[in-house]
């Protein structure tokens, strides 16, 4: 709804006084404070609750500007996986809402329809369920903030494409059994987040993301080249049959990805590692400094040759 001048006040420090056409002045919580600019609102009812959150179009965030490139992979293991060996985590749900929310789920289905009772235990699931977006959001929205912030360039793998060619690998393999549920639950929490995330980078980091060919990025290794679906051992594992080359698979997935397509189309191999360019606006790659993805030797630390030190994801409270 448009906001017009005036329609909302501030009554005091909590709580607020906005103007909701067809339904009058209406109080709110202030849980933050109301942009200036803000020229519209919703108002939204959510698992038992009114919200209203006042809209404003934010400037994007401004890079360091090194030239700085950073590789993102939807790690397996690990949700969001950096080329500069930062890891960002994407929570759902603690095991024990987990529980909870099984629980009163099996609850709701055997009381009876249309019943107060089972009206109370949906919403209970409600909420349950809307803090798990909410946290994920959360997560989301610090991490690309934080990304923004420290780096300049954005690699991140094409998924229209990858859900070709990946998808239907990952059966055959017999990794141990928690590593695959663990996997199997941050597929899923990403898979509903990923799109929301690459969204979020590319609203902060406009015209700083681009966007790679996933293939093979799980099966090249980064020390000496030899591509194979071998090479991912497990789920986890990177190991290169060829120089046995091992680190975590999301960290390698996360490097090729910051190389760009590090192999070409017939399977055939390598480039030298270093990234190709297709993009107009992004630098030549060799001019730019690409984070982690330069051949490094195994006594090396990547991050220190890497650009800016990491710093923990900020908290965007207003
Ligand atoms: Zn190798």
Redo the contacts with the bound molecule.
Sequence with gaps: MALKPGHVRRLNRHWGLVWVPKAGWVRFRRSRPIPREAKSFRVTFKAGQWHIAFAIKPEPIEGPGDGSIIGIDRGVVIPLCCSDKTNYDVPGLEDRERRILKRLQRTESHQKRGSGRRARTRLRINRMKGREVARRKDAIEKATTDLARRCDFFRIEDLRIKNMTRSARGTKEKPCRRVRQKAGLNRGILQSGWGLFTRRLEDKAPYRVERVSPAFTSQH?V????TAPE?RESQAVFR?R????TANADFVGSLNIAGGHPVTARGGMVLSGLPMNREPQLPASRSGRAVGILRHQPEEDVKAAAAPPARRPRRPRA
């Design positions: 290794c020390e000496c080249g030899y090479n290169c060829a120089c046995g080359f």
